[in-house]
């Protein structure tokens, strides 16, 4: 783009895949060479392997490989037996899949509004407060980075005879005092879809559980209900991880650590170029969490104006999310009237997430704060 004086400025992308890209293409090509030598495209020794890294990173017992992260919380429901007639409780404020994996596991999703400590993470309280004798499951979703309290709702959840599920399709290698987000719950869904921390080339997902039952029931619906060939259990998906995929994530999985601590150092650094400004309000992380920074998301007055103007100075901010679930036309169903959740919907008016990733330089990140800045003055 150009700048008023007429020169050149690049501008700044939310996220910034090519360099994560170039780390890992050797590796990548060399692994791919492999599959295609030998035409297996499914399943295989890639996949078996990657999954055994991920479930030992997140400190579980299995991790299953499915295509993508709404599937992956789809399976990880109906594994724990939830169907027809359930309720899921779902934070309002999160990706509006968390929401459609519940209906498509034929259950129902009821909403809850999310904690107004500068976390956006579904509240504790008002999980309690959701509770009916259908509530079959909760699924915290770890938004941003950092993990919802699991610790809060795993009593609750037991007390009523329910199963916490979490949605860690943020968070890859974020823990909460000490345990790895996927490994916090009854079981976990995760996403690799390519701007997340570990990122796939193309759709890519997985589910995570420590308990031998739930695992072998998550294999079987992933693969058309299918344990031994030929034999049909139960009305499974088609939902595999597919060999290449495997391939790219193991070669990211042993640098994910690296680029999860140059993530924290930007998220640092940002909080010091925009501490003391009185219009922002900077993210909090929760105590207990080691936050790995999906996305580095702030509130500030006049949110549309502000991004128009970043945008106009080349900075690519994002909105996460700008339509609360329950006010989705996808959703209406629910019937819940604006206004119910107002921590959610203040939220979808005033959040901005900010250009955040592995490889962002200290004078980028200088360039959004001066930005950001004068957009507010
Ligand atoms: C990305 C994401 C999903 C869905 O993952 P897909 O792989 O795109 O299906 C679900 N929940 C949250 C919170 C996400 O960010």
Redesign the pocket.
Known sequence: MRARGGYEVSSIPLVDLAAQHAAVADEVASGWQQVLARTAFIGGPQVTAFEGEYAEFVGTRHCIGVA??????EIALRALGVGAGDECIVPAN??V??AE?VCRAGATPVLVDCADDGTYLIDAAAVEAAVTPRTRAIIP?H?YGQAAPAERLMPLAEQIGACVVE?A??SQGARRHGTGAGALGHAA?T???PG?NLGAYG???AVLTGSDQVAARMRIIRDHGSPRKYEHEVVGVNSRLDTLQAVVLSAKLRRLAGWNAARRAAAERYDILLSGLEDVVLPRTLEGNEHVW?LYVVRVPERDRVLKELQAAGIQAGIHYPVPIHLTAAFAGLGVAEGAFPVAERASRELLSLPLFAEITAGQQERVASALKSALR
């Open positions: 993508n992260g709404t599937d992956a919380i999160s990706f899949a968390t994996a979703v938004l949605d399709a943020q869904a996403s690799f879809y997340k759709d890519a997902g999906h």
